[in-house]
């Protein structure tokens, strides 16, 4: 099983971009979904955007469509998403989790985790 570390976070204004790194233990060419994850304050963990390491196939949350971007380097075993107007409910802590399938909205609304690494926080304030 994969296992990640989370970069990238930090604190920003509305308005404003970041771009999350999450490099893996190993190599993410196999049959993977990779996600991006996330925990805001009193909340449970939720699937915000989701890439197929085989296809490419991706999938977004509604609130995310046309502000963020997920994408992948498999060269350097890195998924990456680019968040773009950021807003404070996008407040939280971000993470990144891979399941053995290439079903990226499955993974993404339905999917399971039990094992979360330490995260990257995101702040959204002005």
């Known amino acids: 099983q994969l296992q990640f570390v989370e970069s990238g976070g930090g604190l920003v204004q509305p308005g404003g971009s970041l771009r999350l790194s999450c490099a893996a233990s190993?190599?993410?060419?196999?049959?993977?979904?990779i996600g991006w994850f996330r925990q805001a304050p009193g909340k449970e963990h939720e699937g915000v955007s989701c890439?197929?390491?085989?296809?490419?196939?991706?999938y977004y949350r509604n609130y995310t469509k046309g502000r963020f971007t997920i994408s992948r380097d498999s060269a350097k075993n890195t998924v990456y998403l680019q968040m773009n107007s950021l807003q404070p409910e996008d407040t939280g802590v971000y993470f990144c989790?891979?399941?053995?399938?290439?079903?990226?909205?499955?993974?993404?609304?339905?999917?399971?985790?039990?094992?979360w690494g330490p995260g990257t926080q995101v702040t959204v304030s002005s």
């Open positions: 890439i197929s390491s085989t296809d490419g196939d991706t």
């Open positions: 190993g190599s993410i060419s196999g049959y993977y979904t």
């Open positions: 989790a891979s399941a053995p399938t290439n079903m990226v909205q499955s993974v993404c609304l339905f999917w399971r985790f039990t094992d």
